[in-house]
């Protein structure tokens, strides 16, 4: 009985924060850290992410800033805890995923950050819903 009520919670506290990453959300900032070396990543700002209930997200702009061209991108994440994972298709047919730590989400804040399997080197991204 109670690893019942203890599971209901858990996915009831994952319903709740998933819906809360439901919409549309903005890039207001975006840093490299290296070495605790804060570098600005300023091609990210202004793209859009927009989570949908089913799963899918659609991005406006790109996850690499080469294959940037301004549209639409499809995908689809799993939020699970405090991590974010991104499924999608690059442009040459690549099937790629990127996984995020979430730092921060609210009702409008969201912070995730990206490492490349170095802890002292990460992208931050922060979102503001709109």
């Known amino acids: 009985m109670l690893l019942f009520v203890v599971s209901m919670t858990a996915l009831t506290s994952c319903k709740k924060d998933n819906a809360k990453l439901v919409g549309k959300?903005?890039?207001?900032?975006a840093?490299?850290?290296d070495d605790n070396i804060t570098q600005p990543t300023d091609y990210l700002?202004?793209?859009v992410w927009e989570f949908y209930q089913n799963g899918n997200i659609t991005t406006t702009g790109t996850f690499d800033p080469t294959d940037s061209d301004g549209t639409a991108t499809s995908a689809t994440y799993v939020y699970t805890?405090?991590?974010?994972?991104?499924?999608?298709?690059?442009?040459?047919g690549d099937l790629e995923t990127e996984?995020?730590?979430?730092?921060?989400l609210t009702q409008s804040n969201l912070v995730i950050e990206k490492?490349?399997?170095?802890?002292?080197?990460?992208?931050?991204?922060?979102?503001?819903?709109?």
């Open 25 to 29: 959300w903005e890039c207001e900032t």
């Open 31 to 33: 840093s490299y850290i």
């Open 45 to 47: 700002i202004g793209m």
């Open 81 to 92: 805890g405090n991590r974010l994972t991104i499924k999608y298709t690059e442009l040459d």
């Open 99 to 104: 996984t995020y730590r979430i730092t921060e």
């Open 115 to 130: 490492n490349d399997n170095d802890i002292d080197d990460h992208l931050q991204l922060t979102f503001k819903k709109i």
